[in-house]
């Protein structure tokens, strides 16, 4: 079964985009983030037509929004609030044999000071709260799968420069001491850091304001899927498409998926 999460920077404009992500990777589930339309003009049919029946989305005028788009069919979606905030932000799905949690963390703004910045404050409070709260809910025993864009590249490697994007938002201590939390939680495994070695440079994201991305390559890993431990032998492979960062209209991230071992 492949499991993939993309950052799209708004379904709507880039329908055609998904459609050939759907024909180029071949995802049997596909999550969602920063999905920039309310759950009325999401383009539902256009992913029915291609061959995604089951869907699940939470979504808001111009900003956030997460969806899953599935092949594979679910028992059940819940809508999470987080922080006393109603921004459509985590959503989850009950498959056959795992839950999938698709998440949207904060992106923080650009001073990584929470008491200047409540950007900042509301992305810190949102890990914490889902620390706490994977760990009061589940077992590490239990079969969970957690996708997303979480706007946090939480090792050295993860950037282009982890020394000048120490006071970066998105690589600062707080956050990336804060995932880490989050990962320990339930003793998540990261794919990414599964199938490659922490010494070696993985990016997920480039900026736009980058004229040449490519020659530049001035990246960070902000897209991540994590499966927690009675998982890791399912994992069969991971593929970052990071073709997509060159298409027409591209988003900004690129599409991450895992393959798993797992019955439908």
């Not at 999938?100 to 650009?110: Q, R, S």
């Not at 509301?122 to 994977?134: I, N, Q, Y």
């Not at 120490?166 to 804060?178: A, D, G, I, Y």
Request: aromatic fraction near 10%; charge should be positive; proline fraction near 5%.
């Amino acid at each position: 079964m492949k499991i993939l999460t993309w950052n799209i920077n708004s379904v709507r404009l880039r329908i055609d985009n998904l459609r050939r992500v759907m024909k180029e990777c071949d995802p049997d589930i596909i999550c969602l983030q920063e999905t920039k339309t309310v759950d009325e003009t999401f383009p539902l049919q256009a992913i029915k037509d291609a061959g995604y029946k089951h869907v699940a989305m939470s979504g808001m005028k111009s900003y956030n929004g997460v969806a899953i788009i599935s092949r594979v069919p679910f028992s059940a979606h819940d809508v999470h609030h987080r922080c006393g905030r109603e921004d459509c932000r985590h959503i989850a799905a009950k498959f056959k044999n795992f839950e999938l949690h698709n998440l949207y963390i904060p992106a923080g703004g650009d001073i990584p000071d929470p008491a200047a910045n409540d950007k900042f404050k509301h992305k810190l409070d949102f890990v914490d709260e889902m620390t706490g709260w994977f760990k009061k809910r589940y077992k590490k025993t239990d079969k969970l799968i957690a996708v997303g864009d979480f706007n946090i590249a939480p090792y050295e490697n993860d950037v282009w420069s982890h020394k000048q994007l120490l006071t970066v938002v998105s690589h600062t201590p707080p956050e990336t001491t804060r995932l880490n939390k989050m990962l320990d939680s339930l003793d998540w495994v990261d794919t990414a850091r599964h199938f490659v070695p922490p010494e070696e440079k993985v990016y997920t994201w480039w900026s736009y304001r980058n004229q040449d991305w490519k020659k530049s390559n001035r990246g960070r890993r902000l897209d991540h899927i994590w499966v927690t431990q009675p998982l890791k032998k399912s994992l069969l492979s991971q593929d970052i498409h990071v073709s997509a960062r060159d298409w027409e209209k591209p988003s900004d991230h690129v599409p991450v998926m895992v393959d798993l071992k797992i019955a439908a």
